[in-house]
């Protein structure tokens, strides 16, 4: 079953203000959110988690701290 992330669980657990993470997503290689529920973007964990380290946003211990607030829908 697919696991997704929000960017308020980004925000959150890499202490980062919320216009930071808003610009992330609005990066033409950032993931496409998959879902939405309600207000609420929806994005593919694992694509998110290799652009977090491909652009140095997020180590392996951050990235392993996120997957504490993954969804499945």
Same mark, same amino acid.
């Given at each position: 079953m697919p696991r997704y992330i929000? /960017? $308020? =669980? *980004?925000? /959150?657990?890499l $202490?980062?203000?919320?216009?930071? &993470?808003h %610009?992330?997503?609005d990066q033409p290689d950032f993931p496409r959110p998959q879902?939405? *529920?309600?207000r609420? %973007?929806?994005y593919d964990a694992t694509? &998110? %988690? #290799?652009?977090? =380290?491909r652009h140095d946003k997020? !180590? #392996?211990? !951050? *990235?392993?701290q996120l997957r504490a607030w993954e &969804? #499945?829908?």
């Open positions: 929000t /960017r $308020r =669980a *980004i925000q /959150r657990e $202490r980062k203000h919320s216009m930071t &993470v %610009y992330w997503t879902k939405t *529920i309600g609420t %973007y929806l694509a &998110v %988690y #290799e652009w977090l =380290a997020a !180590d #392996e211990w !951050d *990235i392993e &969804v #499945e829908v």
